[in-house]
Structure formats: C-alpha cells, structure tokens
C-alpha cells in the first residue's frame, strides 16, 4: 500500500512527528542527512561544486536535469527514517498556496536551524525593510501542474522560482542551499516540488532529463536510485507513495 503524504494544513500528526524529528537529532541521522545535501568537492581546476550535482543554480545544466530526480531521492531517504521510528508517517508537503504563508503545523519546529527570518505575506506592502516578497500563488503552482513541455524547461523554472524563492522567503538556514536541511520545512518545501513534478509526469509521460552515464546515478543511492528506476513514484516497492490533493483553492 502507498504511503500517503498530505498537505500540511491537513496533516494532523504533528506531535508524532516532532517526536521522530527530536529522535533523528539525537541519534545523528538527521544530521547525517544534511551532510549529504551539503557536500562540497574540489575541482582540479579550483571550481568549488555540490558533490552530488543536484542544482542548476549552482551547477549549470546537468544540475537542473538532476534536480528534481535526486531530491525525490532524498525526500525517500528522509521518510525511511521517518518511518523507522513511527511506520504510521509521511513527509507532509508545504501547501505553499493554501497555507499562504501561516507555516500551519511548521511554525514551532525547526529542528536544527537556527531561526527564520520570514519575507512578507502574500499581499503584505513592501514596507521599505528588505523582506522578500510571498513567492507562490495558485495560478503560478496550476501553470506548472498543466505545463506541457520540455523536461528542462519545466525543471528549470521550478527551481529558479518557487524552489529558490520559497527557501529565500523562508530565510535563516534555509536560505544557505549548505546547510537548509536543518529546518524541517526544507523536506516539506521539497515534497511540495515534487508533487508538482508527479502532477506534471501525468501530463507528459516519457518525458526525462536527457543524462547518461554517471549523470543518471543518484549518487549516494546509485545502488538503489537512478534517473530511470525512480522517475515512477508509484513502482518503489515499500518506499511507493502518493500525494493526497490539496485542499480546493
């Protein structure tokens, strides 16, 4: 049976999942986790990188082919532990259109971050203080859903705009792409991406990053996860998932 994941203004085990989230603390996992999303390698050449490839804003095209794919890896890699600690829960997605802003269930839980420093909310005036504008709105997050198009076109624009702009909005370490596993809302801000892409997969089947080789390992779940074997959410044995849909707008 699939896991479902729900929006964050209907999911209603918060408590549970602070617990699971302290617990990952404590035992280091959730650390560990975070050092995955950060790693950095040198170049020859002197050119910093992400280890793992998986920004094309801070790796050119092959980051943006890998972008969506790797972080539909991560977020698995997250809700294994997750479950390890309580089977009964998901990764709820950040219902960025519905919840407009109010962080609903999020608010109080930040785990390793050290703050936010939130922008203004949707319609809010720009008061002069530098806050960023609200990132999202439903016409913007429905375009996306019914884009038919290129895959790296689409790829792209998700993460150029409400993928970078969500984590800017949010700010504190989210705003360092380092070190923004350390608040909790990066794993929902993410799931919320990735019901985009899956919406998006409906309407443009068979269309792929075009990678080969190496490109297409999820490096560091090559063993288990390439570009091919997790593109169906659906086909993932007991790591399967789905996305309960979003409260109407």
Sequence with gaps: MAIIRRSNVAFTQWHDFRLAINEMITSGTYKALVDIHGAMERDPDGFNRT????HGSMYGPIGFR?????HRAFLIAFERELRNINPSLSIPYWDWDNDAGQLIGIAN???LSSG????????????GSGKPEWFSSANQTRSLEEFEGDYYVFSNFLEREPHNRG??????????PMISPNDP?????HAQI??????????NPGEKPYLEGLERKLDPWGDTFDIDTIDDISNLGNDSYEYEEPIPF
């Design 51 to 54: 280890k793992h490839r998986m």
């Design 185 to 189: 809302i990066f794993w929902m801000h």
């Design 116 to 127: 936010r420093s939130l922008g203004r909310l949707p319609d809010e005036p720009d008061d």
């Design 66 to 70: 890998r972008f969506l794919a790797w």
């Design 194 to 203: 990735d019901r985009i892409w899956s919406e998006w997969q409906k309407r």
């Design 167 to 176: 984590h800017g909005w949010i700010g504190g370490d989210m705003g360092n």
């Design 109 to 111: 839980i930040i785990g």
